[in-house]
């Protein structure tokens, strides 16, 4: 299992838009991503389960990556979150 947190740095958090994407992005890794906040999770696969967690700037997430190609997943990930939210 790979593990990461980030502080939302998108004005608006996590919307729709970039909800779709990171959805759109998992699903290109055999791993299962999951998102944390506050003790809520939600399958980053998941669009509508992302958007209901209501990340905001400047919330931190912790974001699990756990499969077959955890490693791999896990910095590509971390780089989408650097790059879109």
Same mark, same amino acid.
């Given at each position: 299992?790979?593990?990461?947190?980030?502080?939302?740095?998108?004005?608006? %958090?996590?919307? $729709?838009?970039?909800?779709?994407?990171?959805?759109?992005?998992?699903?290109? /890794?055999?791993? +299962?991503?999951?998102?944390?906040?506050?003790?809520?999770? $939600?399958?980053a696969?998941?669009?509508?389960?992302?958007?209901?967690? %209501?990340?905001?700037?400047?919330?931190? +997430?912790?974001?699990?990556? &756990? %499969?077959?190609?955890?490693?791999? $997943?896990? $910095? &590509?990930?971390?780089? /989408?979150?650097?790059?879109?939210?």
């Open positions: 299992m790979q593990k990461f947190i980030y502080k939302i740095t998108d004005e608006v %958090g996590i919307h $729709a838009r970039p909800a779709g994407y990171l959805a759109k992005k998992t699903k290109e /890794f055999e791993s +299962v991503v999951t998102i944390e906040k506050n003790g809520k999770k $939600a399958v696969s998941k669009l509508m389960a992302v958007m209901s967690l %209501g990340v905001e700037q400047g919330d931190e +997430v912790t974001v699990t990556v &756990e %499969g077959n190609d955890e490693e791999k $997943a896990s $910095a &590509e990930m971390k780089k /989408f979150f650097e790059e879109n939210l």
